[in-house]
């Protein structure tokens, strides 16, 4: 998501970047424009898990490969992603969003490039945001490329399987996992829906693993990086290659690296000033303690 698979098996390692303060990250920020990238640790506190972070059960998330190769597994995934949709609408965005929001208006944060795909950015009141990953609240033919509202086909698959969310019980006693997939094993019985204009497969707006992000939207991403005069990571381990590689540009362009997430993460060796704590506490502690830039100022 460079074209690029999503590996699942990095591992931490050890590192030499001493976990710093918040004060350090204010010393490196003070006085430039910046460029988020967040990833799943940044939504945690709006009820939605993340895929990696301290605590987090395994996960085996479904790959593009599968989705589009097997009809059994396509169910699978609709069935679980009828139930895990209404979670994800239903959440709201929490300190460490609305505080993007506050530097952004500050003219301090120049865009945002979220791994996520919740829209909660936008619900906050980001302007400027790449959606590096799709977005849950889309579905697109395979056949033909016409997209529709998640809303609508919700509509469609309610028909097809009269009754099905409710036999799954209160959404809230189910896991669901970052991508809005529900964790329920009973699929078999469900019905999916195809395109209703040339009846082929549909898939949500999202990059699954194993599948490549659009070009255009990758470029876009690291032009945003190339704007700024540094890159601030949020909630995210950076363990697939499609948010290092921003990491490594900006590290590569000699761009300070500030990463807020909770524990190791694959870009540590890159960071300037790595905060280990929660983004809902020290992104909103950002918002205080950063001046305003100089009218006169970069």
Known sequence: MQPVSRPTTWQPEPVTVPLTTVDDAVRVLAGIRFVALTGAGISTDSGIPDYRGPGSPPRNPMTYQQFVGDEAFRRH????????????????????????????????????????????????????????????????????????????????????????????????????????????????????????SCGGVLKPEIVYFGENVPRARVEAAYAMVDGADALLVAGSSLTVMSGLRFVKRAARDGKPVVIVNRGVTRGDAHATVKVDGGTSSVLPALVTRLPDLDASGP
């Open 77 to 196: 995934y609709w069935a679980r992603n009828h139930v895990g949709w209404r979670h994800m609408r239903r959440t709201r965005p929490n300190a460490g969003h609305r505080a993007l929001v506050r530097l952004e208006e500050r003219g301090l944060l120049s865009g945002t490039i979220t791994q996520n795909v919740d829209l909660l950015h936008q619900e906050a009141g980001s302007r400027a945001v790449i959606d590096l990953h799709g977005r849950y609240d889309r579905v697109v033919c395979l056949s033909c490329s016409q997209v529709v509202s998640r809303s609508r086909l919700a509509e469609r698959l309610d028909a097809l399987n009269p009754g099905f969310a409710e036999s799954i019980g209160a959404v809230g006693d189910i896991e669901i996992a970052p991508d809005a997939d529900a964790v329920i094993s009973a699929t078999s019985h469900f019905r999916p829906a195809p395109c209703d």
